[in-house]
């Protein structure tokens, strides 16, 4: 009777000698450690690379990408067999700018030149979906060119320095028509008949000089910009016929104070949809217009009490039944998915609840089913779902605790997620559309991972006073000891919902830092999406006010840790960042020690009017916001040390920002430093990114670490 207790006892003593020795081989295999270029993620390690995965062929073919051959292959789904990829021919083309002229390229033909004028650069060459034209502009005029027998269009011939004939004027390039459109601002019709495109008069928008300094006298770039509270360009939406002809233009009055946002063209041509917005930007209106005479109709209306944003991508997707569109909307203070007719009637909501649509990936119009990412299972996470059109049927696809980044099949029923989270190196896997996984395709984590040791990332939250749990990623010191203070560095952006914290891999180049005994970390505000459009919200009229209070928390929370120094907590961020690491050290001077600032708003009148004014009205509307959102506002508080840098010739966030900050801060006799960048934008040129970067490391030695930079970091 007792022998078979005794046996159970010398078992378990087995099994916990066991865990014993395996712990023990774990901990002792983990006695590599990075190397300074592998720790500064110059050099592979921890993870390997893998192919990435460029779309779909087809419905039973995957892209892939071979990074050592540099050539793309098509994978069939059952099989795994790879072939060379060839490219469908209508994708096969290219057109592109050289020496100021046009050039056409099919597969492996030698270019074509369509232009002949060298001394008048043609910008932004776009093929028309018959391939049989090319529309450009050429000193902000509109043009197209016939491809087979090179006659040239001209559509346009009132091009100035302030009129822009399909050529955005600056803030609708960078606020409302987005960067990637290269200024572009004209758009063929499905069946390539038509020419839609906006026409900008600058005449009333102010100029604003930025000085280049090359050459014995200098110059000025002139830029027609929009300050907060300034005149905006006057627009015009107009059709043309391919063939060239009269302009008919939109029945909108170019003298109302609006915003028009990206236009979309119906699948049949018949019309094109026009977003409409007042200057106040709390309405927004869509609009069929008819390109054969101008005639609009009003077919949505949407009110917000704060703001509305004028999204440049998947605000409207029309379907192919030509009865329908899906509208991606904010308005009940969470991004939804709605589905409406073409005369604006809602047929009813897609999804709903109190979490965010990220994207849509697939209409799948035969079982009206649609395919979407969403932050839905965690803020800091996204996944696939599927819902049918009515909303039922919601289903989550993928899998774990991860950000999955999906690429759908074009018949809906498979899809590859490449995917990761902060403790898991990327993988690649094809799952069906049920969620199951078919095969797995790719994992990045080396071979020799369990053998380093390494800094760890962890995803957590700190609570703010009135109930807020505020999301944050955070990398431990490499020989983390809780009993010893640490310095800190506070990495941001803090923009409206603009949150950097995510539940993915954070690579190798934060493991330097961390070797030297550096606690990382970035942390986002209640505004920065996480909390639904609710939360951007509270932002409005007080830009600068909620970011500050939830980074002040945060830094309280880290500074009553035994394990913080309470005299080395550095902020650092870019752009929106920069104005918020300057903040700190003003208005927040009391709890962070150091900042890193790049190019910083300084005062939101010095910003464009489309992106302030959303958030702030105007400065005439709301001059106590514009002075409790400013840095001089509190410069007098300034202490600890701010390090600024700005390009010379950013046009973006104008180098008088920093100018003005520095006449403050020198006049108060206050310690700082400076870093002026001639001739960089709003971001660095190459050469001057790598000074950056070795001015940032000794910032971080000298003030962080007290100790002289290593001699493979000077």
Known sequence: MEQPKLYIMNKSIYLLIGAFLLFTY???????RLDLEQSLGLKPSLTKTINPIQGWADAQHYIEYDAQTRQQYQVHIKSGERTPYTPPPSSDVEVYVGNNDVFIRRGADDPKQLTHSPDEEEKNPTLSPNNQYVAFTRNNDLYAINVSDGREIRYTSDGTDVIYNGWASWVYFEEILGRPTRYKAFWWAPDSKTLAFMRFDDTQVPMFPIYGSTGQHGYLEQT??????DSNPEVKVGF???????????????????YFGTPYWSYNSNNLMVQWMNRDQTNLKFYQVNPQTGAKKEIYDEHQNEWIDLDHSERITYLEDNKHYI????????????????????????????????????????????????????????????????????????????????????????FITTYSNVGTPTKVAL??????????????????????????????????????QLPATITWPTDFDETKPHPVIFSIYGGPNAGNVRNTWKGTANQHWANEGIIQISVDHRASGHFGKEGVALMHRQLGHWEMEDYITAAKWLKSKSWVAKDKLLITGHSYGGYMTCLALTKGADYFDY??????????????????????????????????????????????????MHGSMDDNVHMQNTIQLVDALTNRDKHFELMIYPGSRHGFAREKSAYDRKERIRFYYQYLLEKPVPEGLR
Do not use: C
């Open 224 to 229: 027609r910009y929009p300050k907060a509270g």
């Open 595 to 644: 900042g890193i600032a790049g190019a910083p708003v300084t005062g939101w009148e010095l910003y464009d009017t489309h992106y302030t004014e959303r958030f702030m009205d105007t400065p005439q509307d709301n001059p106590e916001g514009y002075k409790n959102g400013s840095v001089l506002t509190y410069v007098d508080n300034y202490k600890g040390v701010l390090r600024i």
């Open 26 to 32: 774990q901990i002792e295999a983990q006695t590599k």
């Open 327 to 414: 509208l991606k909307s904010d308005k009940t203070g969470w991004a939804h998915y709605y589905l409406y007719t073409l005369d604006g009637a809602l047929v009813n909501p897609i999804t709903q609840g109190e979490w965010q649509v990220s994207s849509l990936e697939l209409v799948d119009e035969k079982n009206k089913t649609i395919y979407f990412t969403a932050r839905k299972e965690h803020s800091a996470t996204v996944d696939l779902y599927r819902v049918n059109y009515n909303g039922k049927n919601l289903r989550r696809l993928t899998f774990g605790d991860y950000t999955h980044q999906a690429q759908v099949a074009p018949d809906g029923k498979h």
């Open 431 to 468: 799952l069906d559309n049920k969620g199951k996984v078919v095969r797995k395709l790719a994992d990045s984590k080396a071979d020799d991972f369990d053998d380093y040791m390494y800094a760890k990332t962890e995803l957590i939250t700190i609570p703010t006073p009135d109930g807020y």
């Open 240 to 258: 043309v016929p391919v063939g060239g002809g009269n302009v008919v233009w939109a029945d909108f009055n170019e003298k109302d104070d609006q």
